[in-house]
């Protein structure tokens, strides 16, 4: 199985810039994306950043500019640099992987335990 470990978490003030990053560890074959999403008190989780193996990235329009995911140097790394941070950036973040575990096996989705992150003054 795979496991996501998270850190980076914590309170900052509006404006302010928090780094998060997700290790993925198991067995894994490779992936297709790791990514980030989020969920405030009362809403749905949520997109806010991926990126793939190729290096490709996709944001949520409610990050584009402030927000930067990149693939760390480790294997299976991710991490997501939070610029310019605002109140309604408060939620629980979570890290994502979707994986391939054998050359033609099924891809799967796993979710990490989530971080806190809260933006106030």
């Known amino acids: 199985q795979v496991q996501l470990v998270e850190s980076g978490g914590g309170l900052v003030q509006p404006g302010g810039s928090l780094r998060l990053s997700c290790a993925a560890s198991?067995?894994?074959?490779?992936?297709?994306?790791m990514g980030w999403y989020r969920q405030a008190p009362g809403k749905t989780r949520e997109l806010v950043a991926t990126?793939?193996?190729?290096?490709?990235?996709n944001y949520a329009d409610s990050v584009k500019g402030r927000f930067a995911i990149s693939k760390g140097n480790a294997k299976n790394t991710v991490y997501l640099q939070m610029n310019s941070l605002k109140p309604d950036d408060t939620a629980v973040y979570y890290c994502?992987?979707?994986?391939?575990?054998?050359?033609?096996?099924?891809?799967?989705?796993?979710w990490g335990p989530g971080t806190q992150v809260t933006v106030s003054s």
């Open positions: 990126i793939s193996s190729g290096g490709r990235t």
């Open positions: 198991g067995t894994i074959f490779s992936f297709n994306t």
């Open positions: 994502n992987i979707n994986v391939r575990m054998s050359l033609h096996g099924p891809r799967n989705d796993y």
